[in-house]
């Protein structure tokens, strides 16, 4: 098969009818606007969480001294992965390094149970 330039149907991707139809020729129009039916949009939520600490804190679960990360965690409101809009307040946490275990910070101030 043998293409002329300039007089290959250029066809629409949704209706499959040659494109430029005020183009008489059926060429390929030069420039092509998106429309809202031709871009696929990624959006959703997403939990980000930045570390604000580290030490050692006797874990619940564990029973044993173990190290901890102290963290903040916040819902966003993400396009194509971008987070643009955060969802309610930042919560913070504390995480043990062993079992993952995941604390509200007053377990850094409780006594170990003997
Ligand atoms: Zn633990």
Redo the contacts with the bound molecule.
């Keep these: 098969m043998v293409r002329r330039r300039g007089a290959a149907a250029w066809r629409d991707g949704r209706t499959g009818q040659p494109a430029a139809a005020g183009d008489p020729h059926g060429r390929r129009p030069r420039t092509r606007c998106a429309t809202l039916a031709d871009v696929i949009l990624f959006f959703g939520t997403r939990v980000r969480r930045r570390v604000l600490g580290s030490g050692t804190f006797h874990?619940p679960?564990?029973f044993?001294p173990?190290t901890y990360e102290q963290a903040e965690t916040r819902s966003w409101i993400h396009v194509f992965w971008i987070p643009l809009i955060p969802l309610g307040g930042a919560q913070e946490e504390v995480q043990?390094t062993?079992?993952?275990?995941r604390w509200a910070p007053a377990v850094l101030q409780a006594e170990p149970l003997a």
């Design positions: 874990c679960y564990c044993q173990r043990c062993v079992c993952g275990g």
